[in-house]
């Protein structure tokens, strides 16, 4: 059966901080440039980018094309508990009919795509559920609007709709080996998405999914989320986990990192008087009531952003460097994607790409990297590691598996 690689979070124009260029045109190439075959629209419920999804042809069911580029259309909203939900709409009809349903509860519906909604995670499941529309958290660890935030359960947050919900979006600061900490998770589909702002290689696509399906339509998808018929995920793909900007409790002010014991002691205020913001990890060892993976949870495979693995090969101090760009574009001209040069490609003898990418890719591949954890605010950081540098300071794990070992 064939396999396809999705990021099904992201957001346009009309979101709050997002670049101008999130547009359609330039996410259908670059989606294509990253290897992604389908990506959510983001923001489907914005009358203006509404209007701009259906100027689209629908090339499949559910599913609407922008030359070889693929789109579903996909949302996050915000609930009065200012936990963000992700939703996966079947079609531009389905998207009209909880924008009504949505429109008398939200007084930023049409200047913000990512709306806030007068109304509980329960409202908006039935809702969704009423639309035929997927519904999971969105970002579910992140300290600041998130499931776990702000509940200690699904059912705190969902009530009696909490078994419709069939997937958790794991965000930046988590992957499989903490969420699966949780055993009421264990049931659901993790979903890894870039939340992109951007479309630059360093932020679209920097997680997503890769699914077993035997078509692009959104019968296809919504079956191999709940894992139906032989179709499922076969690999979540994402940044280590370490580099979210919230995976350490730290100071938001001054990114002092702590433990969480330190950070109870200090009262959850550091040093400096700014406020402790508690990390992805130690809330997930607050809940932790299991070890292990139930048998249907597919691999996670820790990627990094190609301009940035570049980025620091040259010493560079920006992605939109013009050498930066220069050699990421040759690489992915020669190759077809950023995936494929990530983990596939042969790197001998690529004309006009300095030698200090190509052995800082090798090195990627060779899981001889370094990384600094983020914390209160702050991304962690990267280090590609010099060949005199102790194995042991590495990231754990194997080196980088093959993207088609899967």
Known sequence: MPVINADLHIHSKYSMAT???????TLGVQSVKKGIQLVGTGDCLHRKWLDDIKSLPEVADGV????????????EVEDTDRVHHLLIVPAVAKAEEIREAFEPFSVNIDTDGRPNLNLNGIQIAEIAKDAGVLIGPAHAFTPWTALYAYHDSLASCYGDMAPY????????????????????????TFLTNSDAHSPWPNK?????????????????????ILRIDGRKPVMNVGLYSQQGKYHESACIRCYQHYTLRESIMKNWRCTCGGRIKKGVVDRIEEMADTIGHPEHRPPY???FPLSEII???????????????????????????????????????????????????????????????GGGGEYGKIEILDEETDDMAAAPGEPQRSLFEY
């Open 64 to 75: 609407y094309g922008k030359d070889s580029a693929r789109f579903v259309l996909t949302v």
């Open 311 to 373: 980025m620091r090969a040259l010493g560079m101090a920006s992605t939109t460097s013009r050498k930066v760009k220069s050699n990421w574009e040759i690489l992915v001209d020669r190759f077809g994607s950023e995936v494929r040069v990530l983990l596939e490609a042969e790197l001998d003898g690529i004309e006009g790409v300095d030698p200090n990418v190509i052995s800082a890719i090798r090195k990627f591949r060779e899981g001889k990297v370094r990384v600094v954890p």
């Open 301 to 303: 495979l820790h990627l």
């Open 165 to 188: 919900i069939s997937f958790v979006e794991l965000g930046l600061s988590a992957d499989t080996d903490l969420a699966d900490r949780i055993s009421e998770l264990h049931r659901l």
């Open 204 to 224: 679209l696509a920097r997680e997503f999914n890769r699914f077993q399906m035997e078509d692009i339509t959104f019968p296809e998808l919504e079956k191999a």
């Open 19 to 25: 670049s101008g260029r999130m547009d359609i045109p």
